[in-house]
């Protein structure tokens, strides 16, 4: 597939690296010579770097845009998104990807609209952080909350502690085909264990379940957690439009006290966010003292949204010491993703990770409806929908031969979900949510693609 991206800045700086992965045909343009130079000098990725204005119909012809499968327009400015994707498609270019900083674009109305212009799909990374915070604050004793298909499969990741009762036991014995829950990962240090039978559970492990709701007490019980609070009352630091979007689609039981240090921002939040559970505080979020004022002792989530990475972990660092059990930090810096893991900070977001995933699946032939990257764990959930035919229907789990790093988590089948075990036989039409280790979910198309549709799309490419 050849893949062109617009703009060098951090989003589009951490798709080339992401999509490089899969060796595609990669070009990264952007007029500044000293952005794409980093990528360029870093050696570790297969995929050029042009310096053209994104906007300049040469430029545009110059990196291969007439014959591209997929442009990606994510430069810092929304409108040249806009107008480069429209020439773009104008040039011939197969599917367009805008980012924009205006949520009104993302409107389901709008979408014909759009497609009309020649773009294909609308990416605001806000909006989409903001679903992630959410689902981070559902409960507050999971680092990763992920629902499947409305709600029939759910995803936890969960920090392991003292207290849980499932620590240095293989998984063969710990799971069995009666086990209402899969563990489809384990994030250990820097590593990622896409487990097998012989593999333990241990002290400081993040891991991943993949279970239905019915049983997420169990779990909880489980991993010995059971006497966290449920969240009620959250404190955010910072009011920028994550946090709006955070309000705004918050469940109505919760009340949340907001702390922005301009005057002027706090008086637009006062008029844009008409809710009886919401404050607004002027104050500096770094101030504890004021914080502990405000009653920080009495919230069971904290979630530092300020643009300064550094301040969003200090800050949840601040609120875990005074006895919140739940913190959430907006950590822009991919070099500190790792750092705030380790500091134990609760769960992170990652504005450019979130819309990699959405970017991601449009490079997938198959039915994938969402894909999902495990901000500290390297490695990537995708949902795909198993084709008649598929080589995945043909023989029980077990004797699939998955590729090593892949495993296969639940499944959906007429809106049930269940866990997948060895002896599970996937049908045509089920939804399969798939764990892997980065960079390996697009070798998985031709498990769930009947293969006559694939020679199909080999001989079409090769005619073109």
């Known amino acids: 597939m050849k893949i062109v991206i617009a703009g060098a800045g951090a989003v589009g700086t951490h798709l080339a690296e992401l999509l490089s992965r899969e060796n595609q045909d990669i070009i990264l343009i952007d ?3 000293e952005k794409t130079a980093k990528l360029a000098n870093a050696g570790d990725f297969d995929l050029m770097t042009m310096n053209v204005p994104p906007t300049s119909i040469n430029g545009l012809r110059e990196a291969g845009v007439p014959q591209a499968d997929l442009f990606i327009a994510v430069t810092p400015e ?8 429209m020439l773009a498609h104008a040039l011939g270019a197969r599917k367009t990807v805008a980012r924009v900083d205006n949520a009104e674009y993302t409107n389901e109305q709008y979408r014909t609209l759009f497609r009309n212009m020649g773009i294909d799909s609308i990416i605001y990374p806000e909006a989409l952080a903001a679903n992630e915070i959410l689902d981070g604050l559902k409960r507050s004793w999971v680092r990763q909350y992920w629902e499947v298909q409305g709600g029939a499969l759910i995803m936890l990741g969960i920090k392991l502690r003292e207290s849980a009762h499932i620590l240095n036991i293989a998984l063969k014995d710990l799971c069995g085909p009666e086990t209402p829950y899969h563990i489809v990962a384990i994030k250990r240090g820097e590593g990622t264990i896409i487990p097998g039978g012989n593999d333990e559970l241990r002290l400081g492990d993040i891991a991943y379940f993949m ?3 019915k049983y997420i007490q169990h779990i909880r019980h489980l991993v010995g957690k059971d006497d966290y609070p449920d969240v009620r009352n959250v404190m955010v630091m910072g009011g920028g439009r994550t946090t709006v979007h955070v309000v705004e689609g918050k469940p109505d039981f919760y009340s949340v006290k907001i702390v922005e240090q301009n005057e002027e921002r706090c008086q637009k939040l006062n008029e844009i966010l008409d809710d009886g559970d919401v404050r607004i505080v002027q104050g500096d979020g770094r101030d504890t003292g004021m914080l502990l004022d ?18 969003n972990i200090l800050s949840c660092l601040a609120a875990k010491r005074m006895g919140v059990r739940k913190t959430v930090a907006l950590v822009e810096n991919m070099d500190y993703v790792s750092m705030a893991e380790k500091l134990d900070i609760g769960t992170i977001i990652n504005k450019k990770m979130i819309a990699a995933s959405h970017i991601y699946q449009m490079m997938l032939q198959t039915d994938v409806s969402n894909v999902k990257c495990l901000t500290i764990a390297n490695a990537d959930v995708a949902e795909f929908t198993a084709g008649e035919g598929s080589p995945i229907t043909e023989k029980p789990v077990r004797e699939l031969n998955l590729p090593n790093g892949v495993t296969l988590g639940g499944l959906v089948r007429d809106g049930v979900g269940e866990p997948i075990y060895g002896n599970t036989q996937i049908k045509a039409g089920d939804v399969v949510v798939l764990f892997c280790k980065s960079g390996l979910i697009k ?11 694939l020679m199909k799309r080999l001989m079409s490419s090769l005619s073109n």
Request: include cysteine; hydrophobic fraction near 25%; glycine fraction near 2%.
């Open 31 to 33: 007029e500044n010579p």
């Open 78 to 85: 929304e409108t040249r998104n806009i107008t480069c994707c």
């Open 443 to 453: 070798k998985m198309d031709s498990y769930f693609t009947r293969p006559s549709s």
């Open 294 to 311: 405000e009653g920080l002792r009495d919230m069971q989530a904290f979630a530092a949204l300020t643009p300064e990475t550094e301040t």
């Open 211 to 213: 279970t239905t709701k």
